[in-house]
């Protein structure tokens, strides 16, 4: 076949010549390996941290509101510095294909970051379990425990409940009181938080009752059900209160946790694309000098 000096001959153009996946897994496990360990140390460093704002007697250990947003900055800041060390190494490591255009190339480095990324999540909630973040995980419990139940046993009286029972039933000792009427006046007590206020008959029982028992005016009586009644309702109320601020702080927190992982995904994936950029840069520049 002859061929004129216009015509033009089209080689065609392979592209993946090997037929290889895109994806180098080389490169991420290396990257999330790497990711992983910076963040188990600063993990475990900022549970030391932790402890030292945490003590057994409350007076003296930092509020759960300075806890949660020290824990909240930490965590985003071993997220974001591991997340970008992982994905920069995924991004300078992997082997750069030139049959793409470099925007095609700065998408593939940072498909690279997601997957450090996301195999580096993994690998953390792996390591999770393990002896090294169980420890750090018991101790810090242990703290907090130990503060949560020094502030119990100041500001509750251990139960609440029992203190009641015990100023009710309180007497002279010449009559002892037996654990059914202790019992009664429990289930009346517990009857009354639950209704919100103390039926008028049970109150006049118990009052009946306490004054025989205490040598006491029914008026007395009276007024010290009201008391031990009315101390009951504000520790109900105060529990209340603790529950929902514990509810409203587990929320902020997951939002948070959330908020995290979001934030590292984008950190590695713009490391990769910084570790690829400085990867085509210095092959370019070997290029150059060759």
Do not use: C
């Given at each position: ?103 095609e190339r700065k998408v593939r480095d940072a498909a690279h970051g997601l997957l450090v990324w996301a195999t580096g999540a993994l690998l953390i909630t792996i390591l999770a379990t393990s002896s090294l973040f169980g420890a750090a995980k018991t101790a810090a ?46 289930r009346i007590f517990v009857a009354a938080l639950t209704n919100g206020r103390i039926e008028p008959a049970d109150r006049d029982y118990l009052a009946e009752r306490l004054a025989v028992r205490a040598n006491i005016s029914p008026q007395d009586a009276q007024k ?67």
């Amino acid at each position: 076949m002859s061929m004129s000096g216009t015509d033009v001959v089209v080689a065609p153009v392979s592209v993946n010549k090997t037929g290889r996946s895109y994806v180098q897994w080389g490169p991420i496990i290396g990257g999330a390996v790497i990711a992983t360990a910076i963040s188990t140390i600063m993990t475990v460093f900022g549970s030391a941290i932790g402890l030292s704002m945490v003590s057994a007697d409350f007076e003296k250990s930092s509020s759960a509101t300075a806890l949660l947003v020290a824990g909240a900055l930490w965590g985003l800041w071993v997220t974001v510095s591991s997340s970008i060390a992982g994905g920069y190494l995924a991004g300078r490591m992997r082997e750069p294909t030139f049959d793409a255009t470099p925007d095609e190339r700065k998408v593939r480095d940072a498909a690279h970051g997601l997957l450090v990324w996301a195999t580096g999540a993994l690998l953390i909630t792996i390591l999770a379990t393990s002896s090294l973040f169980g420890a750090a995980k018991t101790a810090a419990t242990g703290a907090i425990s130990a503060s949560s139940g020094a502030a119990s046993l100041i500001s509750q009286n251990v139960d609440p409940l029992a203190t009641a029972l015990d100023n009710v039933m309180r007497t002279s000792g010449q009559q002892p009181v037996a654990t059914e009427e202790r019992n009664e006046a429990s289930r009346i007590f517990v009857a009354a938080l639950t209704n919100g206020r103390i039926e008028p008959a049970d109150r006049d029982y118990l009052a009946e009752r306490l004054a025989v028992r205490a040598n006491i005016s029914p008026q007395d009586a009276q007024k010290r059900i009201d008391d031990v009644f009315a101390r009951l309702a504000q520790a109900k109320e105060t529990a209340k209160q603790a529950a929902e601020r514990a509810r409203k702080i587990a929320i902020l927190s997951a939002f948070l946790t959330a908020a995290a992982l979001l934030v590292g995904a984008a950190a590695a994936a713009w490391g990769a694309g910084l570790g690829g950029e400085h990867r085509d840069e210095n092959l370019l520049a070997e290029t150059g000098a060759m």
